[in-house]
């Protein structure tokens, strides 16, 4: 396991930590960043996170004691249906928000399928319905340049998701450069920051916002098995305080730029994602002195 210094955290999981927020949390000096997961529903969150014996079927209601966002990465998998998310919105409180990540066939395979595109944009009906439905996460892969093709990928893929937020995720650094934040800009699409190892070809931890609200996306730093060499998980890193405080500040910089800040931690293996998730709630809600 991948673990930096804890810098006396403390227990995050005590028995306040277990009363459900009555509202969504204001974070940041102005009360504008949102803080979640990417996913909830993972088996070894139970112990480090959820109760012992929690079965999948209850993971919703326990995250939603701790947090008020989350991102749906299931979606990436197959092609989600309403029914799914009519349960997901029915376990949730007034306020909460989902974003929800974009199937494989969109980022990675690129497949010419309106069907596919229609299925997916209909099955979120019943979050947009409640209000709850925060927009589109597109990962793309380290294989995505910086091209022609890909700029074009880009404005077909707005197109046909229409006026719904969406956010792109570089995993390419050749995409890094003023003109894919203006083409960004002028597609009405978001930039996610991210914060993952620095190795060649990756991208830097640039916090930048093209749109009026910035997304952030935490994968841990786990440079010996980014690429599968070290023969662990890439995701099984430790967050110490002092490297969430390099992220807090730059949400704060951004908090005063844009209408909105999202912030999903994707270190997900063995809880780390939720445990550091609540240590930036933490240090974030210390700006409002709460």
């Not at 803080?35 to 088996?43: I, P, Q």
């Not at 004691?65 to 990465?73: A, G, K, L, P, S």
């Not at 002092?242 to 999202?262: N, T």
């Amino acid at each position: 396991m991948i673990h930096r210094g804890r810098d006396n955290q403390g227990d995050l999981f005590g028995d306040d930590s277990k009363q459900a927020p009555p509202h969504p949390k204001r974070l940041g000096r102005e009360g504008r960043i949102r803080v979640g997961t990417s996913g909830y529903s993972f088996a070894d969150w139970i112990g480090p996170f959820y109760p012992a014996r929690t079965p999948r079927s209850k993971m919703l209601d326990e995250y939603i004691r701790h947090f008020d966002v989350v991102e749906i990465n299931s979606s990436y998998y197959r092609i989600p249906t309403v029914s799914m998310f009519e349960r997901m919105e029915q376990k949730t409180p007034a306020g909460f928000e989902f974003i929800v990540k974009l199937f494989r066939g969109m980022t990675h395979e690129i497949e010419d399928s309106p069907q596919m595109y229609r299925e997916f944009v209909d099955s979120i009906a019943p979050l947009k319905e409640a209000g709850k439905f925060g927009g589109f996460l597109a990962q793309f892969p380290w294989k995505f340049r910086n091209c022609a093709d890909g700029r074009a990928h880009l404005a077909a893929l707005r197109k046909r998701l229409g006026e719904d937020p969406l956010f792109v995720e570089f995993r390419h650094d050749s995409w890094i450069e003023d003109d894919t934040f203006t083409l960004l800009g002028d597609l009405g699409v978001g930039y996610c920051s991210v914060d993952e190892p620095q190795l060649k070809g990756l991208v830097p931890p640039v916090a930048v916002a093209t749109t009026d609200e910035a997304y952030v996306r935490l994968h841990g730093r786990n440079a010996q098995n980014w690429w599968g060499k070290g023969g662990g998980d890439r995701y099984d890193y430790d967050y110490g305080k002092h490297e969430l405080s390099e992220w807090s500040e730059k949400m704060l910089d951004l908090e005063s730029k844009v209408k909105k800040v999202y912030a999903f931690f994707n270190n997900c293996h063995a809880g780390h994602a939720a445990r550091n998730a609540e240590l930036m709630i933490e240090m974030l809600g210390d700006e409002l002195g709460r």
